[in-house]
């Protein structure tokens, strides 16, 4: 099955789980892994304000970006300059810059789960991204929730694996393209992870690969939220659930301007083994271990 468009459900549909919505899950994320949440219950006002933030820590100039730099640590926490990341297979870089903050860490964490990075020049950094971390990462539990049903699991099967996880929030910002022979500001790719929220960004850009391989525009709402199943959740339904290829492309290569973007990557613990949860096959392998080989082969190592 094709398709030309994804579906939208609302977070009270997502939380009832009525059979319909389910069924019509169950599609979606079988055939191409992507929806949209209307009503999700993330306010307007957290939404703009860390987009506020996010632009200002954009804005700053590039040496005092490059401190909070960490390649060492693969960019799990802080700043990974433009032309860094390039996506799976491809030799061009994407055309973006990014920051990356993940849940407020204790004792109890997975000691391999890094803690946030404070900004010296941005008063209420943190602060501002743990408020939205939290919002997100309670939305994407909710969303685990109705997967789990759709894959005749316990409502809550997914919830030890992420309550302690190594969940991120990414920051992004794609510079004005100058060059109109490559409009791609993210090349096509597939995500790492369980499931992704990417929060409305400022303007459309984000297109989803059908099995025709056409691609398919998504039109960027504020007032929505795009989720879509990450590489993580198809290998531990055995492709029951689809990781969808997808890209970021510029509309605006006549007039260049910056667009700006939040995903938030719902991981589970490093401790996590990724085995099949629809079949008696055996083969596994740590989240962690998982994680880190896509991180080097998408060039953050």
């Not at 309550?163 to 393209?177: A, D, F, M, T």
Request: with cysteine; hydrophobic share 35%; proline share 5%.
């Amino acid at each position: 099955m094709s398709f030309t468009s994804i579906p939208s459900f609302s977070l009270e549909s997502i939380k009832r789980s009525d059979l319909k919505t389910i069924k019509d899950l169950t599609v979606a994320l079988s055939t191409h892994g992507f929806f949209t949440i209307t009503e999700h219950g993330i306010s307007d006002e957290i939404l703009t304000s860390s987009y506020a933030k996010s632009k200002q820590f954009f804005d700053l100039p590039t040496n005092k970006k490059n401190k909070y730099s960490h390649p060492e640590m693969a960019g799990a926490r802080g700043y990974t300059p433009f032309g860094k990341e390039t996506a799976m297979g491809e030799t061009v870089p994407d055309l973006k810059e990014f920051w990356h903050h993940g849940p407020e860490v204790n004792e109890s964490f997975d000691s391999r789960i890094s803690p946030n990075i404070s900004v010296d020049e941005i008063s209420d950094f943190n602060k501002e991204f743990d408020q939205l971390f939290k919002a997100l990462n309670a939305l994407g539990e909710e969303v685990l929730r109705a997967i789990a049903l759709i894959l005749t699991k316990d409502k809550n099967f997914f919830i030890p694996w992420v309550s302690k996880g190594n969940s991120v929030l990414r920051l992004i910002h794609y510079p004005p393209v100058q060059d109109q022979t490559n409009s791609l500001r993210a090349r096509a790719h597939e995500d790492i992870n369980l499931i992704t929220l990417l929060v409305g960004a400022e303007e459309s850009g984000l297109e989803v690969q059908n099995t025709q391989g056409e691609w398919i525009p998504i039109e960027a709402e504020s007032k929505s939220i795009v989720c879509n199943i990450g590489d993580m959740m198809q290998l531990v339904t055995r492709n029951k659930l689809k990781s969808t290829t997808h890209r970021v492309v510029d509309y605006n290569l006549g007039e260049p301007k910056s667009r700006y973007s939040m995903p938030f990557f719902l991981h589970p613990s490093p401790n996590i083994e990724l085995c099949s949860i629809v079949d008696e096959s055996p083969e596994s392998i740590s989240a962690h271990d998982f994680l880190e080989e896509r991180l080097k082969a998408i060039k953050l190592y």
